[in-house]
């Protein structure tokens, strides 16, 4: 399938910026689930520093807002087809070795709650159907709601609140594996809405490394291992590994962000 | 001056004799007038205090700043003695470099299953930021400072690999130039390896580890915590002779994919950045958010092959106290030869086996924690109380993972000038290691550390200790 993509953040600002850096990682890569076509990263109100890949290999761009600035407008689009691989990814690695997603980090520190839900894969022989089984038990545990969490909020918070978004859910997923001896990892992208051009927000999934398989793909969101509809942009341990925009702004003044997300055939 | 049995003494053999390489000072001492030591002594202090060496010791309200103190008496080594432990350094520093460059790259040693995985994959000094990267010329540690006793006339023991940021060469050139200026005589009678170069030659290591982009000649700078820091003056004062820009995190930006330094005449690009601020404090955008000292996006800047970070970050993961443990195995790794300097035997607290070992022999033995330094949280057996040996062992019980436990040594005494004359005080060496892709350079000596208090084998400068010039001898 070909996904036109058109995403696009936007800073307004209302002093001048003396000094702002964002750290992007906005340029999906080709593999096995999907191939690039062609993809720009544009920026007005400021320019690309550098780009380099970080240690997850996720290639990103430092973009330097132009002194003065009152917005910054950041806009990634492109065309990428997808393929269908069951959510399945394979055994594909990069620098980071896996036991380096078999450690908590910020976000997945595991808590009791966690530890409990963890239980089942610790003696499963079935690990993809327990997994399937995991990623429906924390929908219903923590159910999707806007509003109620943040970007900060760990798994064990969003487990302990009952609601939660993408990100949440990934969390939890993530350090229930992790808990079982999984290697796991955040992945954030986009997902194409069968019914609308205008999506509300960049998504996010988890990923758990099976001895068999390889990298599975869980949207427990959803309730579905991924499918063509989705878009890989970048992963990490958590989602700040992850973050499709991550800034740092030095001086006074306060800024506000509106994001816009088109994805259609 | 008597000397003890149970240690080696480096000036005297016996009660008369004295060591070869200490024949022409002790000769020179003995033709001294009564007085002049004590009057050079008081010379000296005052000469210090024009300089401006200070520094802060940390948990002392009191005492926030002041001297370390200085001994007149040099510590004596043979050209013979330095060609054998500068080999055994070099071929330290060899290997943790190699190894620094595989654990965050292929990560062969622990494939291999010679270390295990969870000394690295848990240790708070290893940075993932640094995976699947290589700096310029993969130089890690650019500036190395390799503590080192000694327990008889061949016995050397490595004590630490300090990897991060070692501090205290400005005290190794002070003490020099002090000595030049108390005793010009004395040199002129005794060929000394210099020292003052050392300036010249970090100047020379840090501009060939500059990256490769980096056109005609490197801009190096100084990157310091600030005044407040206890070493600001060691900062300045390299910056000033190497001819570097001194800089603070506030000073520099992302500048057209490089750092950048403000001037009067707009932003200047930094090639080399010599950084005095611990890794947490490096990036906030990387790091620690909070911090105001570091260079937001350095670590992208690096990354992208436009700056050299001296030292690299992440470099802790070869000094801690545990890895410490598995140095023999390291060098052997990497260099495929024996080690030539010994590591202390040492004994890692998170194995059960050893913690009871530990916990039965709390009194003999110095225990330390993994990621401690400056003497701050160990504690000596032989020189604890009860009260003191039972505290310890609650927190040795509570966080064994965080302890590693070495026999005492005896360490070899060198004498300082007191007031009935020369009496021995415990010693140890860190000599400054220099590395480039040009290679390694090590200054013949280093700093001496001495314990003033008799007895006392703690010789760090926040816990009391003084310093000495450190010679070694033309052939």
């Known amino acids: 399938m070909d996904l036109r993509i058109t995403h696009t953040t936007r800073y307004d600002y209302d002093q001048p910026v003396g000094y702002a850096l964002q750290r992007l990682r906005l340029r999906p890569p080709s593999n096995g689930m999907q191939t690039v076509q062609d993809w720009t990263v544009t920026v007005t109100g400021g320019v690309i520093e550098l780009t380099c890949a970080d240690h997850h290999g996720n290639v990103m761009d430092l973009?330097?807002?132009?002194?003065?600035?009152?917005?910054?407008?950041?806009?990634?689009?492109?065309?990428?087809?997808?393929?269908?691989?069951?959510?399945?990814?394979?055994?594909?690695?990069?620098?980071?070795?896996?036991?380096?997603?078999?450690?908590?980090?910020?976000?997945?520190?595991?808590?009791?709650g966690i530890r409990t839900l963890a239980k089942p894969l610790k003696v499963s022989t079935n690990l993809l159907a327990d997994l399937h089984t995991l990623s429906a038990t924390i929908l219903s545990a923590v159910p999707y709601a806007t509003g109620q969490t943040y970007m900060e909020t760990t798994a064990e918070e969003a487990l302990a609140g009952a609601v939660g978004v993408c990100q949440d859910h990934a969390h939890i997923m993530i350090a229930t594996a992790r808990v079982a001896g999984l290697p796991a990892r955040y992945v954030s992208g986009y997902l194409m809405m069968d019914d609308r051009v205008d999506q509300d927000a960049s998504h996010a999934w988890a990923e758990v490394h099976l001895p068999t398989l390889g990298w599975v793909g869980f949207d427990v969101s959803n309730g579905i291992s991924p499918d063509t509809r989705y878009v890989r942009l970048a992963v990490g341990r958590d989602a700040r590994d992850a973050a499709p925009v991550q800034g740092l702004r030095m001086g006074p003044g306060d800024e506000s962000l509106i994001v816009t997300l088109q994805v259609q055939q | 001056m008597s000397t003890k049995p149970d240690h080696f003494d480096e000036m005297r053999v016996g009660d008369d004799g004295v060591r070869a390489p200490y024949d022409g000072?002790?000769?020179?001492?003995?033709?001294?007038?009564?007085?002049?030591?004590?009057?050079?002594?008081?010379?000296?202090?005052?000469?210090?205090?024009?300089?401006?060496?200070?520094?802060?010791?940390?948990?002392?309200?009191?005492?926030?700043?002041?001297?370390?103190?200085?001994?007149?008496?040099?510590?004596?080594?043979?050209?013979?003695?330095?060609?054998?432990?500068?080999?055994?350094?070099?071929?330290?520093?060899?290997?943790?470099?190699?190894?620094?460059?595989?654990?965050?790259?292929?990560?062969?040693?622990?494939?291999?299953?010679?270390?295990?995985?969870?000394?690295?994959?848990r240790n708070a000094a290893f940075l993932p930021q640094m995976m699947g990267f290589s700096p310029p010329g993969d130089v890690y540690t650019h500036?190395?400072?390799?503590?080192?006793?000694?327990?008889?006339?061949?016995?050397?023991?490595?004590?630490?690999?300090?990897?991060?940021?070692?501090?205290?060469?400005?005290?190794?050139?002070?003490?020099?130039?002090?000595?030049?200026?108390?005793?010009?005589?004395?040199?002129?009678?005794?060929?000394?390896?210099?020292?003052?170069?050392?300036?010249?030659?970090?100047?020379?290591?840090?501009?060939?580890?500059?990256?490769?982009?980096?056109?005609?000649?490197?801009?190096?700078?100084?990157?310091?915590?600030?005044?407040?820091?206890?070493?600001?003056?060691?900062?300045?004062?390299?910056?000033?002779?190497?001819?570097?820009?001194?800089?603070?995190?506030?000073?520099?930006?992302?500048?057209?994919?490089?750092?950048?330094?403000?001037?009067?005449?707009?932003?200047?690009?930094?090639?080399?950045?010599?950084?005095?601020v611990d890794d947490e404090y490096l990036d906030p955008l990387t790091f620690n958010p909070k911090s105001m000292l570091g260079v937001p996006g350095i670590m992208d800047v690096y990354r992208a092959g436009n700056i050299t970070i001296a030292n690299a970050p992440g470099t802790g993961v070869s000094d801690d106290k545990a890895i410490y443990s598995y140095m023999p195995d390291i060098v052997q790794f990497y260099t495929g030869e024996k080690a030539i300097l010994k590591n202390v035997e040492t004994f890692r607290c998170g194995e059960p086996d050893s913690l009871k070992y530990v916990l039965d022999n709390l009194a003999d033995l110095v225990v330390k924690e993994v990621h401690g330094s400056g003497g701050y949280g160990m504690l000596v057996g032989p020189a604890a109380s009860k009260k003191e040996l039972a505290d310890f062992a609650d927190k040795l019980r509570a966080r064994p993972g965080n302890y590693i436990a070495q026999p005492t040594l005896s360490l070899s005494t060198v004498p300082i000038f007191v007031k009935k004359g020369l009496a021995p005080r415990h010693v140890d060496l860190r000599p400054y290691v220099l590395v480039s892709p040009e290679g390694i350079n090590i200054t013949p000596g280093g700093l001496t550390r001495v314990a003033l208090t008799e007895g006392s084998l703690v010789v760090n400068s926040s816990q009391g200790g003084g310093t000495k010039d450190t010679w070694v001898l033309e052939d």
């Open chain 2, 25 to 121: 000072y002790k000769a020179w001492y003995d033709e001294q007038p009564p007085g002049r030591f004590a009057r050079k002594s008081k010379e000296a202090e005052a000469f210090f205090r024009r300089t401006g060496i200070t520094f802060n010791v940390y948990g002392q309200v009191a005492a926030q700043e002041r001297l370390i103190p200085f001994d007149l008496v040099p510590r004596i080594i043979s050209s013979r003695e330095w060609t054998k432990l500068s080999k055994g350094i070099e071929q330290r520093v060899r290997a943790i470099n190699a190894f620094l460059h595989d654990i965050y790259n292929r990560q062969e040693i622990l494939r291999a299953g010679r270390i295990p995985i969870d000394l690295i994959a």
């Open chain 2, 143 to 276: 500036i190395v400072g390799t503590d080192i006793v000694r327990t008889g006339e061949d016995d050397f023991f490595v004590l630490e690999d300090n990897a991060r940021t070692p501090s205290g060469v400005s005290y190794m050139l002070e003490n020099r130039e002090t000595m030049l200026q108390m005793f010009p005589e004395l040199f002129s009678r005794i060929k000394v390896q210099p020292v003052s170069d050392y300036p010249k030659n970090l100047r020379r290591s840090l501009a060939a580890s500059a990256p490769k982009s980096c056109g005609g000649k490197p801009v190096i700078a100084v990157l310091t915590p600030g005044i407040y820091n206890s070493a600001y003056y060691e900062h300045s004062f390299l910056a000033d002779q190497m001819g570097a820009e001194l800089v603070e995190g506030h000073d520099l930006r992302v500048v057209d994919g490089h750092i950048a330094m403000r001037t009067t005449r707009g932003y200047k690009q930094i090639d080399v950045l010599y950084r005095r």
């Open chain 1, 63 to 112: 973009v330097n807002t132009t002194r003065g600035s009152s917005d910054l407008v950041i806009t990634a689009s492109g065309t990428v087809t997808t393929h269908d691989k069951a959510g399945v990814l394979g055994k594909v690695y990069g620098a980071a070795p896996l036991w380096h997603f078999e450690q908590a980090s910020p976000l997945t520190e595991p808590s009791r």
